[in-house]
């Protein structure tokens, strides 16, 4: 019956269905090794297993060809695990084995239907590349022998992180879920400031995931416009341009990913009313100087104890500013995280709210009601993301 098992490993390997194997449930309770996932990838153009062998304090990562890595499997499972977990485009076989090495096979409707990137890992440690990088070297961040400068290996890590972070939502997003070619991606990125994080999701997602895509970037200040786009056409990145402009005021017919990072107080709101008036199916932004509700905070309730000091009250009115917006998204149809997208080290400007449109229905009753009774709560008049959406039906 375990042959069955070790057929369809080598099956999905080499029809490029493979998507994850993990080995688990050690036989030793005190092996140092606690699980190992395996993938499929690509190397010059071979068809290979990559082993990463968690370890309770390090992970290895080890590639081998498909017939090797199998033998490999076959001894990890009467060696040191007693589980694996097989997941497919195709379907998902559970390989369950005991101390009498009594084995169950059990095969389920496929997990994960996304077609397996195979150079996966390469993307994952570098997305993009710093050398003979242009908008990097005109942007300051590295230096002509394409080298990160001293003071700006945060900024480096901001963009990485940033990047990752695009990624996996458009992983979890139906273009990709859906294994359709993505064509003519329309990104709006309002705000784009010095265009650091614009240029590199453009690299990013031109260059390394291959996808087609378009990106603009809005900015109110007319001599960054005119920098960006001298950068962007030196770096040949065709379809990226800047736009002098302001987001409130700003024209698109489509919006395909709404994106706005540290556009200072109300301007979120405004991004965030753009990207749910043109259906976006994702809006990202990442919110600052949340000014709007702080004017408003009225306690007359056990609260106004607390927020009697200045610093606490600030941080609750980023935290009502934020958790409103991110209320109103869900009452907008669209699947809501917020979260801290790179640490407080780096940048205090570090909260993500982002959005992903799972339904048109706006059935938003129950939500707008929680809104209501917090901004009461508190003494709120009004959110400007709400003012804003008001003369929509919802
Ligand atoms: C703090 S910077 C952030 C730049 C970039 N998004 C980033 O995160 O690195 C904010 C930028 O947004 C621009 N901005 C602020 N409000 C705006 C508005 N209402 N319309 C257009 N641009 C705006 C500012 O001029 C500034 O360049």
Request: glycine share 4%; hydrophobic share 40%; proline share 1%.
């Amino acid at each position: 019956m375990i042959n069955v098992f070790f057929d369809k490993v080598e099956f999905f390997a080499n029809n490029k269905e493979l998507i994850k194997l993990i080995i688990s449930n050690k036989r030793d309770k005190k092996s140092d090794l606690k699980k190992v996932i395996i993938k499929l990838i690509e190397l010059k153009t071979e068809l290979k297993l990559s082993f990463a062998y968690n370890h309770n304090t390090k992970d290895i990562t080890k590639n081998f060809g498909i017939n090797e890595g199998i033998i490999l499997i076959q001894n990890l499972l009467k060696t040191d695990f007693f589980n694996a977990d097989l997941f497919s485009t195709n379907e998902t076989v559970q390989l369950i084995s005991n101390k009498n090495n009594k084995v169950k096979i059990k095969t389920t409707e496929p997990t994960f239907k996304a077609i397996p990137k195979l150079n996966h890992d390469r993307i994952k440690k570098q997305r993009i590349f710093t050398q003979n990088n242009i908008y990097l070297q005109e942007l300051g961040i590295i230096s002509q022998n394409g080298k990160i400068k001293k003071d700006k290996h945060d900024k480096f890590r901001q963009i990485n992180k940033y990047l990752e972070t695009i990624e996996s939502l458009l992983q979890e997003s139906y273009w990709f879920t859906s294994g359709k070619p993505v064509t003519n991606l329309r990104i709006v990125d309002m705000g784009s400031g010095k265009g650091y994080l614009t240029f590199a999701l453009y690299d990013f997602l031109t260059n390394s995931l291959n996808l087609d895509v378009e990106i603009i970037g809005v900015e109110f200040r007319q001599e960054l416009v005119d920098k960006c786009n001298v950068i962007a056409k030196k770096s040949g990145f065709k379809n990226l341009k800047f736009e002098q402009g302001t987001i409130e005021k700003s024209e698109f017919k489509r919006i395909d990913i709404l994106i706005a990072l540290h556009a200072c107080d109300t301007a979120t709101d405004d991004a965030i009313y753009k990207g749910i008036t043109h259906n976006s199916e994702l809006i990202i932004v990442a919110p600052c100087c949340q000014k709007q509700i702080r004017k408003q905070l009225n306690l007359t309730n056990e609260m106004a104890a607390i927020l009697k000091f200045g610093i606490l009250k600030e941080r609750q009115a980023e935290l009502l500013t934020d958790g409103i917006r991110a209320l109103i998204l869900e009452a907008y149809g669209y699947k809501t995280k917020v979260f801290e997208f790179i640490s407080t080290e780096h940048t205090p400007k570090n909260v993500m709210v982002t959005g992903t449109k799972i339904s048109q229905k706006k059935n938003n009753s129950e939500i707008l009601e929680k809104i209501n009774s917090i901004k009461s709560f508190y003494g709120i008049e009004y959110h400007y993301l709400e003012k804003l959406l008001n003369n929509l039906s919802v």
